[in-house]
């Protein structure tokens, strides 16, 4: 009976620790498993931009993106390129440039998306400042976006408009100030020769492409705010058109508008 006991024990003790080095590589199997999602993580995100790859060039300022296995289209903040895929649109002047210009920089790269305000639009597409270098820091120098900052790029190199839309508008002085400069050196969309020579070949079609139309098209319906008086205009109201492009900031509502901070016009 004593020699029973004493095997039944060795037996309970080999149990124990066996289950005891298992419960110990489980651990250890968690433990691994767990710093190593940490480090993917750390090394392909931060607190103020997320790492995507790009998949489509949709137009100027859009594009698709993967982003952990998950597709999503991107709609770059702050600028307005040409139209080329509107539904109900012509190609406008200098659209086919810059969607080229955007499949040539962009297609299949590594960018790195940094938000403002607003996660998505109406159409569900993610609202983000496109980097081809990571930002140092949600507050980059002037330089480091100039360098870097896709959207910047475009509005520097004259293939986009300065757009700003609220609540989204943390860069709005410094593309107004790219596009200032690009005007003035008659730079891509501004190059009234060019543009002249595309009316020429377009001559047929009903022409919307100047730039003071597109502008037009894209914010009559628009609550228009003056950024340095604070104050918005209706569409339609007298003091509307007064407000010049430069100091031009766009909402949906008036709502918005008080929200931003901004008073009514009383014209």
Not at 9 to 35: A, C, P
Not at 114 to 128: A, E, I, N, P
Request: with cysteine; aromatic share 10%.
């Amino acid at each position: 009976m004593r020699l029973t006991n004493d095997r039944l024990k060795k037996i309970d003790t080999r149990k124990e620790k066996n289950i005891k080095i298992l419960f110990t590589f489980i651990i250890l199997f968690i433990s691994i498993t767990f710093l190593a999602g940490c480090s993917d993580l750390s090394s392909s995100s931060s607190d103020f931009y997320e790492t995507a790859e790009v998949t489509k060039v949709v137009d100027g300022d859009t594009i698709n993106v993967q982003i952990n296995g998950k597709d999503y289209k991107v709609r770059m903040i702050g600028v307005d390129t040409p139209e080329t895929v509107h539904p109900s649109k012509p190609v406008q002047f200098y659209g086919r440039e810059a969607s080229d210009y955007t499949k040539k920089n962009l297609t299949d790269k590594t960018v790195y998306l940094q938000k403002d305000v607003s996660d998505t639009d109406k159409y569900g597409r993610l609202l983000r400042y496109v980097w081809t270098a990571a930002p140092s820091s949600d507050n980059p120098s002037e330089e480091e976006i100039i360098e870097s900052m896709y959207n910047a790029n475009l509005v520097k190199n004259g293939y986009a408009h300065a757009y700003t839309y609220q609540p989204n508008s943390r860069y709005s002085d410094l593309f107004s100030k790219l596009q200032s400069s690009a005007r003035e050196k008659n730079i891509g969309l501004w190059n009234p020769d060019l543009e002249k020579k595309f009316n020429n070949g377009n001559s047929g079609e009903k022409n919307i492409s100047t730039n003071s139309k597109k502008s037009s098209d894209a914010t009559s319906n628009k609550i228009k705010g003056n950024k340095k008086s604070k104050i918005y205009h209706l569409p339609g109201s007298k003091t509307y058109s007064q407000v010049s492009e430069k100091n031009a900031v766009y909402f949906d509502t008036e709502q918005d508008a008080i929200d931003a901070g901004y008073k009514k016009s009383g014209n």
